[in-house]
């Protein structure tokens, strides 16, 4: 069973960073994907940021450039590295995987999910 535990969220100030975690278990082998999403109260859930297995990274223009996602796959762990941050990137952030694609595209909603950490930026 793919389990994914999230850490890392909090509060901080606009301007302000955070780095979450997202702990992996449950599957074997290189080929699959991980992501970040984020929803906000009373808006869908959106894709953040994908990393594929080759190391290949996707951003959403939203974060371009102020996020960065990173996998260590000796600790099956994905982070993100967020900077610069706005009120407007206040949501639950949730880690999402899927372990037979060793590509995801953006859009794709991958079928494992964490139950998220929540971040707060106050202006």
């Known amino acids: 069973q793919v389990q994914l535990v999230e850490s890392g969220g909090g509060s901080v100030q606009a301007g302000g960073s955070l780095t979450l975690s997202c702990a992996a278990s449950?599957?074997?082998?290189?080929?699959?994907?991980m992501g970040w999403f984020r929803q906000a109260p009373g808006k869908e859930r959106e894709w953040i940021a994908f990393?594929?297995?080759?190391?290949?990274?996707t951003y959403a223009d939203s974060v371009k450039g102020r996020f960065a996602i990173a996998k260590d796959n000796t600790k099956n762990t994905l982070y993100l590295q967020m900077i610069s941050l706005k009120p407007e990137d206040t949501a639950m952030y949730y880690c999402?995987?899927?372990?037979?694609?060793?590509?995801?595209?953006?859009?794709?909603?991958?079928?494992?999910w964490g139950q998220g950490t929540q971040v707060t930026v106050s202006s």
């Open positions: 449950g599957y074997a082998g290189s080929s699959y994907c």
């Open positions: 990393s594929d297995s080759d190391g290949g990274t």
């Open positions: 999402a995987a899927d372990p037979w694609t060793w590509h995801c595209s953006p859009g794709y909603f991958p079928p494992y």
